[in-house]
């Protein structure tokens, strides 16, 4: 019998977490809702879940600010209707544990959520094309790419669809030593994100 | 205030491109047949030295324009190289009494100036206003009083003083028309540019409508499968749709604009759900021809999913590396190919074909049961 896990909701629309709720099932358990950024967060830090799902577009910061004030008490994961939008990477930079789309049909839905709450990346081939870019976009501006051959390697299998199972056959390596190729790529995106704003900082003057 | 040249405006001006040139050619060959002409026709040249002069001045001038339609429009919108053609342009008129016997002027029907002349106007007018190729279109043809009169022709008479009215009148009209024309079709043109910006609006709705296509699809998925299919599927055609009237922020726009056209036509008769990246920077763009192959190659290879797949979803993906060079795949979970089944069919055959015209290729990685990627280079 797999553990039940321990979910917080946030969503400005009742109708789509109680939606969400029902299609949950008996292997998730809502323990707290929140129609803002700032209610998901006091609930967050109140229940301390096994996993967060996040609207990106709430009234009073967003999924954004929930991220970077609760990425480190959870697993977050961003729900959204499109998946190419600068916020999202901007999400993801911030640690969130990756998106889905609000049209996942449910049994996708179900099985994305336990993988994340297992410390999975769950991370789909749009926003690792996103990842990709932003990469690139580093790799032009510094003249030296922060990836090394293998991770650029492992995102563009992502990119292309592939699971980790896929990847670590094709590359002939675990699908855990995959998934943490994954997670190195989020760490590195998250690190020159910081470097960035520090360097925006210095630049600025502020201390 | 700077403008800069928009694409109608650029394409009238390379109408005119082709128009001095075809000038230029027919009064290179004026002065060929004027060279051979017999002594005492009109068609003789008095000065050849200074006709040579005059064709080498105005490929100069043919050229320098060329150039600067072609690689920086901007440089037309100068009014010193309007003046500098309206110049040259009355000058002809004078150097056609000039290089030619006495008497040429009225007595032949050739004129070395060819309608170099009025495509001078024409340009002017288009680049600044009817206005202006109003005065242009006066001034100008007063280089055929000068030629005449150089010519050693009287100006007095009553026809040739009608034809230089009529002359200068055409003209005038003539570049206040062309004026005019250009000055619409820029209106025509920034009109575009505002209903772009007008979608841009729609999109911002339409989130909303895909947050509730989202919600009944949820709502829905047990209690009425068939409403939360219909919804499925508008909020499929809807994302379909934004994304094709929504310029990509950054990347290459064409190659990207092509696939997602391509992809959604082929997806939509199966309600394939396809997930679309993109990967490009802002240089090199891709050449179309090679955006059309890959574009309609991946179009073929997502019908294949659709028709014998047996999927709902399928991931395509697209990278333009720093040479311009095109990798693309399409990947699906579906059934596999069979290794045998997997060269010959129409549709292989046909992503082949696509791909070779290109100097491309292709490969496809199937694991029957476990789903299918066409692999696409375009070198």
Same mark, same amino acid.
């Given at each position: 019998m797999e553990q039940v896990i321990r979910v917080v909701l946030a969503d400005d629309h009742a109708l789509m977490r109680s939606g969400i709720r029902a299609e949950l099932g008996d292997g998730f358990e809502v323990v707290g809702e929140a129609d803002d950024a700032e209610g998901a967060i006091d609930v967050i830090v109140a229940r301390r879940p096994d996993l967060v799902v996040c609207d990106l577009h709430m009234p009073r910061g967003g999924g954004l600010a929930v991220v970077q004030a609760a990425a480190t008490v959870a697993p977050i994961v961003i729900l959204t209707v &499109? +998946?190419? +939008?600068r916020d999202l990477l901007d999400a993801v930079a911030a640690g969130a544990a990756g998106y889905l789309l609000k049209s996942t049909p449910p049994d996708e839905l179900r099985t994305a959520l336990r993988r994340a709450a297992g410390g999975e990346p769950v991370f789909s081939p749009q926003l690792a094309a996103l990842v990709l870019g932003e990469f690139r976009r580093l790799a032009k501006q &510094?003249? &030296?790419?922060?990836?090394t051959d293998r991770e650029r390697g492992v995102l563009q299998l992502v990119a292309r669809g592939h699971s980790y199972g896929a990847i670590g056959s094709e590359l002939g390596i675990s699908p855990k030593t995959a998934e943490n190729h994954v997670r190195n790529i989020l760490g590195k995106l998250q690190l020159t994100r910081r470097a960035d704003l520090v360097r925006y900082a210095v630049d600025h003057g502020i201390d | 205030m700077t403008r800069s040249v928009l694409p109608t405006e650029r394409s009238l001006l390379q109408g005119l491109v082709i128009a001095r040139w075809a000038s230029w050619l027919w009064m290179a060959g004026l002065v060929v047949m004027a060279w051979r002409a017999e002594p005492g026709s009109s068609d003789r040249l008095d000065h050849p030295g200074a006709a040579v002069s005059v064709l080498t001045v105005v490929a100069v001038v043919n050229i320098a324009f060329s150039a600067s339609v072609r690689? $920086?429009?901007? $440089?037309?919108? *100068?009014p010193r190289f309007a003046a500098l053609e309206l110049v040259l342009a009355w000058s002809l008129y004078v150097a056609d009494g000039w290089v030619f016997v006495d008497g040429h002027v009225f007595d032949s029907s050739l004129a070395l100036h060819a309608s170099w002349p009025l495509v001078a106007v024409l340009s002017t007018a288009i680049v600044h206003g009817p206005i202006v190729g109003a005065v242009a279109g006066v001034l100008v043809p007063t280089g055929r009083i000068v030629g005449a009169v150089v010519n050693g022709?009287?100006?007095? *008479?009553g026809d040739r003083v009608l034809s230089f009215a009529s002359s200068i009148v055409f003209y005038a009209i003539a570049g206040v028309v062309i004026g005019l024309i250009a000055h619409r079709l820029r209106d025509v043109e920034s009109e575009v540019e505002r209903r772009r910006a007008r979608d841009e609006v729609a999109r911002q709705l339409h989130d909303g409508v895909l947050q509730t296509l989202a919600l009944v699809g949820r709502r829905c998925a047990t209690t009425d499968p068939e409403l939360a299919e219909v919804a499925r599927r508008s909020d499929l055609e809807l994302r379909a749709w934004l994304t094709s009237s929504t310029a990509p922020s950054h990347g290459d726009a064409d190659l990207e604009q092509a696939v997602r056209t391509a992809v959604h036509r082929a997806a939509a008769p199966f309600g394939l759900a396809v997930s679309i990246a993109v990967v490009a920077d802002e240089q090199p763009s891709v050449a179309a021809a090679v955006a059309d192959a890959i574009a309609g190659a991946i179009g073929e290879a997502v019908t294949n999913v659709g028709k014998h797949?047996?999927?709902r979803q399928a991931v395509v993906f697209v990278e333009v590396d720093d040479d311009g060079q095109v990798f693309a795949s399409v990947r699906d979970e579906g059934d596999g190919i069979a290794p045998t089944a997997r060269h010959g069919t129409g549709i292989t055959r046909s992503i082949e074909g696509r791909m070779h015209d290109i100097g491309g290729r292709m490969a496809i990685v199937s694991t029957p049961g476990a789903g299918t990627e066409v692999q696409l280079w375009s070198r």
């Open positions: &499109s +998946e190419a +939008e &510094s003249g &030296s790419s922060p990836l | 690689n $920086r429009p901007t $440089r037309v919108l *100068d022709a009287s100006i007095g *008479d797949a047996r999927v």
